[in-house]
């Protein structure tokens, strides 16, 4: 084995990590591969000899590239979420498991709605919060990958934990549970019963919904609210396929082979707090849903 290969196979050792972090960093599939591929170029043009931490090297470096792509992304004006609801590209497994590398994605799951907080963030808040609070990267090791001094770093990571605390409800983490409560909505939209579908919502609930660039979505607050969008939509309860979104109970809307919608639930004291709905034809195109076929 020449000193390449053996590169690569270490690298490739560390990549459940890197993607984990990637895709909590950019909340986007395709970008969470750029940036372990622009990682992997970084590491082979580099002297592996004079790096004592693999891991944490790549960690680091994994972190700085997710950085530079949200900086860009806002100096592109792409995360303008004024204009339209953004939400995450989902990872869908099959309810009896899925992929050993999705599920090291998900370890710690870290749900959509989570994600859509995320979003908020500045790119610098974020990072220091993905890192430390999700991955325990120390601050001394964040402040230069943000320019700041680890004391600032600190700061950085307290501000976005303030914000994902305050709009990211902590699910239960029972997931037969989930699935109850996401059954008894499905059953009362199919059966057009208002009552019930109230009953199964959080009084504050939130519901977005992402249908991309050509027909926006919006966000619906309330139980009432909620409910009557959820019976303006129930023919797509009729085709739901139940499937785990992101680690939790979720169902996926497929007609003619074609997926339609993915509903990603939040459920907290056994009601639904959060619904992400990603409804995108272009995205929902680029999603693999071959485990989900019967």
Known sequence: MNERDFLAERFEAHRGHLSAVAYRMLGSLSEADDALQ??????????????????????????????DML?????????????????????????????????????????LALLVVLETLAPAERLAFVLHDLFAVP?????PIVDRTPAAARQLASR???RVQGAAPAPDGDLAVQREVVDAFLAAARGGDFDALVAVLD???????????LRPGGVVRGAAEVAGNALAFAR???VARPALINGTAGVVSIVAGQPMSVLAFTIARRRIVTIDILADPERLRRLDLTVLAS
């Open 38 to 67: 622009e990682t992997w170029l970084k590491l082979s043009r580099s002297d592996p000899n004079a790096v004592d931490n693999l891991a944490g090297w790549l960690t680091t470096v994994v972190g700085r590239v997710c950085l």
């Open 71 to 111: 900086r860009s992304r806002r100096s592109r004006g792409e995360e303008s979420l004024d204009a339209r609801v953004h939400v995450p590209d989902p990872i869908v497994t099959a309810m009896s498991g899925g992929d050993p590398e999705q599920e090291v994605m998900l370890a710690d799951s870290v749900g």
């Open 139 to 143: 601050y001394d090791e964040i402040a």
């Open 160 to 162: 976005a934990r303030r």
């Open 203 to 213: 009084p504050d609930v939130v519901a977005r919904a992402d249908g991309g660039a």
């Open 236 to 238: 797509l309860a009729d």
